[in-house]
């Protein structure tokens, strides 16, 4: 009794310096942040110099804090760049000041409209976004097929809030899915073997929040074995996703085949703890109308996207590929080191 007891003290006392020292990293990086822009704003407004000052800077910077790697040249004209991205603001962003260095710069580099840039400065903030993750993101237009679209789906009237908006946020139309070795012309078995080889990129195309179950998940109902393309279970969601792929334009007998699915994985998987399953139709293309006129008497929450699949590799090319073996990887220590020195 003891024991357990002596356990759960420190189980307590570890999660409080757990919460306590990822509050003084937030902290300290806003607080960086915030240097980094009143930098920025004191070297702007001494430009008339022209480079020479900030080589000089530079120069002054490093024999004053000489422990300190932020203060390179090109760090220093960043700054400036910085600055003058957000110098209409009163403050800066919340979801800039939380973001680490690196993450705004790629969001400046990469994101030149500032309502856009916003969105995905808050995006990698509340889900806590890598660098790699971010710079993904932004290279499969997230915000286009996430923000701005008007996505096919029955959420509203077979889900209750805020589970039925939190299920609309997640679909995307259309998903875009980085498969280089499938061929031109694929059938839909190739396609989920292509994903299924690459699932870690496809969880990043789904979205935060997917965990992978499986692929051809076999579901008995009765006498009859059924098999659902692809399983995943939604850590936010607390719930079931069936992804059911067609390698053809959408059909309406397809909800038929994916709303049965749904009953299935509700009757026979899900436990009490767990929220309605949801279903991804997702096609090649699809017309808006008769995906409406399909879901309009469905029971079971479904959501319709198309998909696109970006790096074609024709086969006789994937037949010459090298193996693993034969791919000597070169690293640029230079590059890592000078980046490091940004951070």
Known sequence: ??????????????????????????????????????????????????NKFIKELETELKLTFPNSKGFSARNLSRMKKF???YKEEEILPPAVAKLPWTHNNILIDKVKDKEKRLWYANEAANNNWSKIVLDHQIDMNLYESKALTNKENNFKNTLIEPQSDLANDLQKDP????????????????????????????????????????????????????????????????????????????????????????????????????FPSIG?????????????????????????????????????IIDRLPTEEDINLHIDIDEIIEQEGEK
């Not at 003084?24 to 008339?48: C, P, T």
């Not at 038929?256 to 998987?269: K, P, S, V």
Request: one cysteine or more; aromatic letters at 14%; hydrophobic letters at 40%.
């Open 1 to 50: 009794m003891l024991e357990k007891d002596f356990k759960e003290v420190v189980a307590t006392i570890r999660d409080e310096i757990i919460e306590t020292q990822v509050y003084i990293m937030s902290d300290a990086n806003k607080r960086l942040i915030n240097l980094y822009f009143k930098l920025g704003k004191i070297i702007y407004e001494n430009s008339k110099w022209g």
């Open 175 to 274: 998903y875009i899915f980085n498969l280089p070795l499938l061929k031109e012309k694929y059938i839909e078995k190739e396609l989920e073997e292509s994903m299924v080889e690459r699932i870690k990129d496809v969880l990043l195309d789904l979205g935060d929040g997917f965990s992978f179950v499986g692929n051809q998940y076999k579901i008995t109902v009765g006498d009859n074995d059924y098999y659902i393309d692809m399983l995943f279970y939604h850590l936010k969601l607390h719930c079931y996703i069936a992804v059911e792929l067609k390698a053809v334009s959408f059909k309406p007998e397809f909800i038929g085949q994916l709303n049965f699915y749904l009953t299935a994985i509700d009757e026979e998987i899900k436990d009490e703890h767990d």
């Open 280 to 316: 991804l139709l997702l096609c090649k293309e699809k017309d808006r109308l008769t995906v409406e006129y399909s879901l309009k008497n469905v029971s079971k929450p479904i959501g319709v996207s198309s998909y696109e699949i970006s790096k074609y590799m024709p086969k006789d």
């Open 83 to 85: 600055y003058m991205e």
